[in-house]
């Protein structure tokens, strides 16, 4: 039996009704999602926690996100450090990402 991860939607939407209920329109359009990406979760983090510090530390990114960053920063002509600040990554993640994207 394979377990399909924690339901993010129903997370989001609980926390917002009950401590961000002034954040729900902004937050709309994703949680009428059935699943979340990792970087759906992320903008969701970033929207409800913005200028909280965090630990970066457990941060985990499926291939769909990884593929979506670097695609980002091909299509926008950005450089590592650009997009690290960005996303608060790692400029070592970054290129680990795209040698292994390469081959």
């Known amino acids: 039996m394979e377990t399909d ?6 997370i989001f939407s609980d926390m917002i009704s009950k401590k ?16 979340l990406s990792s970087l759906e979760v992320i903008i ?3 929207i ?9 530390e457990h941060k985990s990114y499926d291939d ?15 450089t590592n450090t650009a997009i690290a600040s960005i996303f608060k ?7 680990a990402w795209k040698k292994i994207k390469k081959t």
Do not use: W
């Open 5 to 10: 991860g924690p339901d993010y939607v129903r």
């Open 20 to 35: 961000f209920p002034e954040k729900s329109a902004r937050c709309k359009y994703l949680l009428e999602k059935k699943k």
């Open 44 to 46: 969701l983090n970033r």
């Open 48 to 56: 409800l926690f913005h200028g909280y510090e965090t630990n970066n």
């Open 64 to 78: 769909e996100s990884i593929s979506k960053i670097l695609e980002y920063q091909r299509k926008n002509k950005m």
């Open 89 to 95: 990554l790692s400029r070592n993640t970054l290129a």
